[in-house]
Structure formats: C-alpha cells, structure tokens
C-alpha cells in the first residue's frame, strides 16, 4: 500500500526533525489504512533504530502502512528486536486473522533514538525531541481516533498516565508504581 500525497504530507511532519531534516520519529505501524483501525496498541516508546530509513523518506512513509513492506525495509533491525516487540507483532497478526482487525501500533512518545540510556537521557533533560515525541502521539490519536487504546505493559502505562492522567475520566492521581 502506498500513501496518498495529502496523507504523506502529513506523515512528514510527523517524521522529520525540523532542525536537522533527519528522520526522527516513528509515529506508527499499521498493515493497512490507520484510518479504519479502531484498535490501537501502544508501548513506551519505538525500540527500532531508524537508520535505514534515512536514505528513503517516501519508501519509509510507505512502511508505516504495509507490514511487508516494513519487514523488508527493517530486516536487519527486527533481528533484534525484544521479546515484547515480537509479541505485539503477534497480538496484531491474531487480530488480524481472527477478528480482521488491523490493529495500529504506536508509542506514547513517537521518538526514534540510538539507545533506551540516549532516549532516558532525553528525558531528563526535556530535549525538545523528546517533547515533541509525546506531542506527536497525542496528533496520532487525535488523527485517527481509535476507539480503543491498549496500553502494551507498565512503561507505557505509566508513561501514558505522566502524560495524559489528568485529562482521563475518574483518574485521580491513582499511584503509577
């Protein structure tokens, strides 16, 4: 599946570091249209380097809506990816196959860096990439408001509730430990 131009319009605003240009962020994976998910499943943060998607910007918007293409364009990377990250591409198979739901996967902040120490780093220090990581997961959602939200385990719930608890019904500061 290819991306329309409006919508890789705005997939790069979405991707691109304004200040160097670089691909920065991965603000979701989908095998199909994001916009007729009405699942989304999201961790803490994106856990594949982007390297091999700095040569490609169109190539790379392509991915984020065809899992095949994806898999092939991060190969190298999925090598070595978690056991949690293997797992969610499980759940979203299973969904697929047995609810033929395409479920989007996504990250409470939508930074892409080289290391979890770097993307910790970031944080502490409140580097504008790190902000607007967690900016562009709130567009994601408000673009294409999914009905259900599955947080994927307690990094991603606890970041989610850093960042979103006080705007959620009946949450009230209730303890993230």
């Known amino acids: ?20 240009g670089n691909i920065t962020f991965q603000p979701f994976q989908a095998d199909g249209n994001p916009y007729k998910s009405k699942v989304f499943l999201v961790g803490a943060s994106p856990e594949l380097n982007l390297d091999s998607a700095e040569k490609n910007l169109k190539l790379y918007a392509d991915s984020l809506v065809d899992g095949k293409l994806f898999q092939e364009t991060f190969a190298q990377e999925l090598q070595g990816a978690s056991r949690e990250y293997k797992g969610c591409l499980n759940f979203i198979s299973w969904m697929k196959e047995h609810y033929n739901e395409n479920v989007v996967l996504t990250n409470v902040n939508c930074l892409s860096t080289e290391s979890a120490q770097m993307f910790k780093q970031m944080k502490k220090h409140e580097h504008p990439l790190y902000k607007r990581g967690l900016q562009i997961f709130e567009e994601v959602l408000n673009e294409f408001a999914p009905e259900i939200v599955i947080l994927q385990g307690s990094s991603a719930y606890k970041a989610f509730i850093e960042q979103f608890g006080d705007r959620l019904d009946g949450f009230e500061g209730q303890s993230t430990n």
Do not use: A, L, P, R
């Not at 991306?3 to 691109?16: D, E, L, T």
């Open 1 to 20: 599946m290819t991306v329309s131009m409006g919508f890789y319009k705005v997939i790069k605003q979405w991707v691109i570091d304004s200040e160097t």
